[in-house]
């Protein structure tokens, strides 16, 4: 019986003394169980976020004020206006220009390149930094070849719907706007 005793006795205080180095082990580390994401940093048991995220675990993108695009950048478009090349009358490639509208306000009409090659990646020229407050309603990029009336209108080379911003993209610092036929790249930052 004293055996017995003895032995439950024992158990009991490593038991105790599990316990003990355990809540030492937490205290020691308060951030030994916390996870922050999106390169969060724990402090004291808490993530701190980064800009632009929220959340306990930094998890949640916040919404912009703004998003501001400062470069329109074209890299892809197609060579030929059907059969024909652009400026058929020259015999030349497009001469290129882009135009971003929002709904019906012009947001951005950049300057033109000249006698562009397809394939050639062009910075479209004349872009100052503009803002876009409305993040909810879709973007339109248009491209064009520049001609001179009356001996030719400009000529349409296609457009592309897009959204500026989405809740889970990471804040894109180069945003790509592709259709398969046109593709631009915009240098965009985030203000909060
Ligand atoms: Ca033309
Ligand atoms: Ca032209």
Redesign the pocket.
Known sequence: MKKILIIALASFSVFVSNGCKKKKAEQADPCANTVCLNGGTCVDGSCSCPTGYSGADCGTQRTPVKVTISAIKITKFPAMDGTST??PITNTN?DLLAVVKQGSNTLITTGSVNNISAGAVTILPGVSSTDVMDLVTQLNIELW?E?TPPV?AN?SMGSINFSIYNSTNHFPTTLVVDNGTLTFELTLSYTY
């Open positions: 652009w400026d497009p070849d001609d030719d000529d």
